[in-house]
């Protein structure tokens, strides 16, 4: 079983960073636009207060709006009084301790410290005294030129960081310099003696994933006991990527980050001065690579020499010559994360041509995407108590985190754990989860309905929740029933199905032994295979094309690429009219194994049950989100907020005996 959220991302993380910041308040500026009757006035909006309320004004816990002048001024503006809290002293109508009087010109009180620049001029985060605040464990962090150096470090640092965690940070400072970094000696990240596939650091010269990464040791990921020599930026942003598996720890690192004069920066400016008056175009560059242009045919490169380069160049003839009429027209001008432009020329009813612009990295849907400890509210198996450790997590484009039960992938072939296993039918045996999908969360553009995909697949097969998934609702039990089949088939002469996947395909072991031959697996891996050597992209996470030293990695296909969302259309465009060029021998396989399914659906909680509920995830929820999400709700609020942010899925056997087809 798969479980899938419908929200790729969480509004509030990456509301943090500043390429997806617009993104993220897109919500809040649509609404904002309405109310004000301009829809093309787009007025700019702070994420801070809640997205129901204006620009400039505080919104009250009962979603009340009042202006920020009447914030702590000692009367109660909102009904409930909210803007009169516990963040204000009426002593004074300044913050009591704890809080930070912003200024008068914005009199809100500001929790220092707490990752969130509350005050216009971000001093209630500053690391200077009187804050003093720490290290920030991700999120966009500006050096300064003065030579005050900004430190961060890996979580729990000097301490071993923890399993299954994630960290970043983008680092931007003035124009004329570039940062750099110099790692502390007391250095350790697990290493697997290979290419760090296991923990690992990779620093991008730029602010996008998608910019160049920074090579140590010929390795595009930094593992090992040794820290790093010096490193400085081309330009004025560096990203920084932290991850570590389900096993081992180390130490972690600690990077100290200076902004430094740019050596380079007079042949720089010379250089676009003489672009500027030769005619040419310099385009709208997202990292320190090769600029990318709008309409224009390029390619974004690394700037290193190496033979990844080489190998992506011969590629790249295959399409830089295509025309652009497969290219949203309206898109083509915009620049580079102009959310608010691309939302403003969306041509689609749905919004769909947007929703293709907004595509994640594999790292950014780990960290950004739901999590297992909140998504998963409640599991039982059998009559008996699971949790979110029972799932092994993988990201889906579409999606973002995705968790399976009984996975065939991860530590056991089971997920992290032993296989879960019922011999009993009915729905009182199978399966029982509770979700909260947290649809405060929600970017309305990107998912357009509260709910959760879920897959019923054999442990063995790879799930594609685009195409196979039963969708469940908000405030909905959806009961899905099923029997298991198998078809059996023969193998020549008689027949034309295989156990193994074809030689010619040079498959990888560790797919082989992750997800045993099936057709759609076959079809699957061979076309994102064949995308990524015409292409350089992929649109489905499902395995490594890469050559060993190649530093752009398993990169999804970047629509606001102009060469690569050309190039994909056309590859598909190649494999509908069955161009012998693009084509993939997957014969079927000797052993299918798939479940029929019987679907049904009731409202859910009932109003009388609601308050039970709230009292059991309360008591036993170590989710800290859905912690808060109680706790905010008011007693005639609790069914209507139950309703929209919970769903209910029971999944179970309908008969244990399964049915067989035999080809003879």
Known sequence: VTLCNNNPVRKSVISRLKIYKELAELDATVLSAMISQSPNS?????????????????????????????????????????EEGI?????????????????????????????INECDDERDESPLPPMNCPPPIDGDVFVNTSGEPTVVQSPNYPSNYDTNDDAEWIFSTAA??????????????????????????????????????????????????????????????????F??????????????????????????????????????????????????????????????TDSADSYHQDHVVEYNDYNNEDFPESFQELEMYDWKGAFLVSAMPDYSDLRDLALFHRVEMRHYGSQAVDFIAQCTFDGRICDHTNFTQFQNPEFGNCFSLNSARGPNGSGGASTLKTSRTGQQFGLKLTLFLD?????????????????????QVFPVPEDDA???????????????????????????????????????????????????????????????????????????????NDSLGNELCFTWDFNQTVCRNDFYQ????????????????CTTEKFNIIVTETKWPTLQYTPYFIQMLKKNSSSDAIQTYLNDIFQPQMHEKITENFARVEIYFQHLNFEKIEEK
């Open 42 to 82: 787009l007025p700019q909006y702070n994420y801070y207060f809640d997205p129901t309320c204006p620009d400039k004004t505080f919104s009250c816990d009962n979603g009340e709006c009042v202006l920020l002048a009447d914030v702590c001024n000692g009367k109660p503006d909102c009904s409930d009084g909210s």
């Open 87 to 115: 963040h204000c002293d009426p002593a004074n109508d300044k913050c009591v301790p704890g809080y930070l009087f912003c200024s008068e010109q914005q009199p809100i009180c500001a929790k220092p410290c707490d990752g």
């Open 176 to 241: 004329g310099y570039v940062l750099k970094l110099e790692f502390n000696a007391t250095f350790g990240i697990e290493d697997d003696g290979h290419m760090c596939e296991y923990d690992y650091l990779r620093i991008y010269n730029g602010d996008s994933p998608r910019a160049p990464t920074v090579r140590v040791k010929g390795r595009d990921r930094i593992c090992g006991m040794e820290a790093p020599a010096p490193i400085e930026s081309s330009g004025q942003n560096v990203r920084l990527v």
């Open 243 to 304: 991850h570590s598996d389900y096993t081992m720890t180390e130490i972690g690192f600690q990077v100290t980050v200076t902004a430094v004069p740019d050596p380079n920066a007079r042949q720089r400016r010379s250089a676009e001065k003489a672009a500027s008056n030769s005619g040419h175009d310099m385009g709208s560059s997202y990292s320190e690579g090769k600029s990318l242009t709008r309409g224009k045919r390029s390619f974004l490169m690394s700037n290193s």
């Open 439 to 459: 649809s405060n969360e929600y970017i309305g553009v990107l998912s357009q309905d509260a709910g959760a995909q879920v897959v019923i697949h054999s442990p």
């Open 470 to 548: 039963v969708g469940v609702s908000a405030g909905g039990l959806t009961r899905i029933a099923m029997r298991k089949e198998q078809i059996h088939r023969q193998q020549q002469p008689f027949g034309s199905c295989v156990h193994e996947y074809p030689a010619q395909m040079q498959i990888p072991e560790e797919i082989r032994r992750e997800w045993p031959y099936t057709q759609e697996m076959c079809e699957l891996y061979c076309h994102q295979s064949l995308l990524w050597h015409s292409c350089g992209c992929v649109d489905n996470y499902i395995g490594d094309f890469r050559s060993s």
């Open 574 to 589: 190649r494999v509908a009219k069955s161009d012998p060029s693009v084509q993939c021998f997957c014969p079927p396989s």
